[in-house]
């Protein structure tokens, strides 16, 4: 299923993602992709929201991997967040251990997904994010089916 939306602020997109995340279950693996700026990062702070996460999102780009504790219906949950930035090879990916983390049964979310497309067949859901004029972005969100 796919939706589209627009978003003219920092707090709509987080929303965006808040609505997103609602949708997420344990072991879901989702693709966030979009320009450098198109609010990426915004939009998973939303999901972290969500799920009640006590630790705040790191800076953008620069940590390669988070795992954030939270809760989903009173149980705890961890979300696992990647960003794959500043990753140049799939060499680094199996460095740090990525397709085990991904078939680990943990929801996560993987920044700039669309880097590394050896990985497209794993994600479960994919999010979009582009500029749409001045402040305005677009969010494309697709839960993918297998």
């Known amino acids: 299923m796919t939706e589209e939306f627009f978003s003219s602020s920092a707090e709509e997109t987080r929303r965006y ?3 997103f ?3 997420l279950h ?3 693996i989702v693709s966030l992709t979009g320009q450098l700026g198109t609010g990426k990062t915004v939009f998973m702070r939303g999901i972290t929201e969500f799920f009640n996460c006590d630790d705040q999102l790191s800076s953008p780009t620069f940590p390669i991997f988070n795992i954030y504790q939270g809760f989903l219906g009173g149980k705890p949950v961890s ?5 794959l930035y500043r ?3 799939l060499q680094e990916l199996d460095a740090i251990g990525f397709d085990e983390y991904l078939t680990s049964g943990y929801l996560s979310v993987v920044e700039w997904g669309d880097r590394f497309p050896e990985y497209a067949s794993l994600y479960t859901a994919a999010v979009f994010l ?3 004029g001045d402040d ?5 969100m697709n839960h993918i089916t297998p």
């Open 17 to 19: 993602g808040r609505q």
């Open 130 to 132: 582009e500029y749409a």
């Open 136 to 140: 305005r972005r677009r969010i494309v």
């Open 79 to 83: 979300l696992h967040h990647f960003d």
């Open 87 to 89: 990753i140049q090879s």
């Open 21 to 23: 995340a609602s949708g």
């Open 26 to 28: 344990p072991g879901e």
